[in-house]
């Protein structure tokens, strides 16, 4: 059936009330995908949060069904915003935050904070967030540059590719992308490859890095640098 069906709620909400407390965390997340229509389960979930029996992930877990179904209810996003300062909660909590419409207010300098942070496993979503509140191009540009000192091969790759969009000569994106050319993984080599080959005339700057590269690439490696190199 519809998991937005307004109709799920009373019956979800009866089960929960009879059920253990130790077992009522099953019906959080089932409460939480109704979305807006679960308005009726808000109460419940808001008592719940307050109860002594629940460990911090099962307070996160609340608030986040709490914030999907209100989310700009200020109990459930407190507690969200609190557990980015566990570090045992933070890459779920940006996680949860990256979800919620309308964005919350974040400030850029607890962004650029994360970012740097070497033990998140989130970087996309404070990457996104971090250029859903920059104001100007120059912003955004500075928020990507700062992505590319990230030590994640993904988020350095999207940062470049990004930042290409916006200034499809930047010396520090195509820079990366030519490390990246060498990065362990090979779909990230194979991306970056694929990047500086649509750049074209832009990326002529990599030309001589790119033609020694070639000699010792594997073969689908070499085919990527010699289509970037046409």
């Not at 740097?116 to 996104?128: A, Q, R």
Request: net charge positive.
């Amino acid at each position: 059936g519809n998991i937005k069906s307004k109709a799920l709620v009373r019956p979800l909400l009866s089960a929960m009330e009879k059920a253990a407390v130790t077992n009522r965390m099953a019906f959080v997340r089932p409460l939480g995908q109704i979305g807006p229509a679960g308005s009726e389960a808000l109460p419940v979930l808001l008592r719940l949060l307050d109860q002594k029996p629940l460990v911090p992930f099962q307070r996160l877990l609340t608030a986040d069904a709490i914030c999907q179904i209100n989310p700009t209810q200020p109990e459930g996003l407190t507690v969200i915003l609190s557990a980015l300062d566990d570090s045992q909660l933070r890459s779920i909590a940006w996680v949860l935050l990256g979800q919620i419409k309308p964005r919350p207010d974040i400030s850029s300098e607890r962004l650029k904070e994360a970012l740097g942070d070497s033990d998140l496993l989130s970087k996309g979503e404070v990457l996104d967030a971090l250029l859903n509140l920059s104001q100007s191009k120059e912003d955004s540009i500075s928020a990507l540059l700062l992505a590319l000192g990230v030590r994640d091969s993904r988020i350095q790759l999207h940062a470049a590719s990004r930042l290409l969009r916006l200034d499809a000569t930047n010396q520090n994106a195509i820079g990366a992308l030519l490390k990246l050319v060498r990065d362990p993984a090979s779909g990230i080599r194979f991306q970056a490859a694929d990047v500086l080959g649509n750049l074209g005339t832009n990326a002529s700057s990599a030309i001589p890095a790119l033609e020694t590269l070639r000699i010792t690439a594997s073969p689908q490696l070499k085919r990527r640098i010699e289509s970037a190199l046409v």
